[in-house]
């Protein structure tokens, strides 16, 4: 069974660069050829995907985040990382990380019968 884990400061203040690093066990992330990626949901809103790393290393990003977003990993450790800059209030979310079967899954948000979601952590910014 894969598990992953989120972890990172709970709270940023604003203009700085949130830095979060998922851990995943009970499966490597460089095999196969899924999305392993970040996903987040503001308060009273819905999710929203943010980008990912593939299996085999290629990187993608939703658009109007990807000025903002530098996602890589260490393989060494089975972990790979989200850092977005220039944070604002407006950042403030449950942020997730998922191994995501396919791509539309993740552009839709949705969780197929093959992915695996961490439980969330809570990031806020200070305004």
């Known amino acids: 069974q894969v598990q992953l884990q989120e972890s990172g400061p709970g709270l940023v203040n604003s203009s700085q660069t949130l830095s979060l690093t998922c851990t995943v066990f009970?499966?490597?992330?460089?095999?196969?050829?899924?999305?392993w990626s970040w996903i987040r949901q503001p308060p009273g809103k819905g999710l929203e995907w943010i980008g990912y790393?593939?299996?085999?290393?290629?990187?993608g990003y939703k658009p109007s985040l990807k000025s903002r977003t530098s996602i890589s990993r260490d393989t060494s450790k089975n972990q790979f990382t989200l850092q977005l800059s220039s944070v604002t209030p407006e950042d403030t979310a449950v942020y997730y990380c998922?191994?995501?079967?396919?791509?539309?899954?993740?552009?839709?948000?949705?969780?197929?019968?093959?992915?695996?979601w961490g439980q969330g952590t809570q990031v806020t910014v200070s305004s």
């Open positions: 998922a191994r995501v079967g396919s791509f539309q899954n993740l552009i839709t948000t949705t969780k197929g019968g093959d992915d695996y």
């Open positions: 009970g499966g490597s992330i460089t095999t196969n050829s899924y999305y």
């Open positions: 790393i593939r299996s085999g290393g290629s990187i």
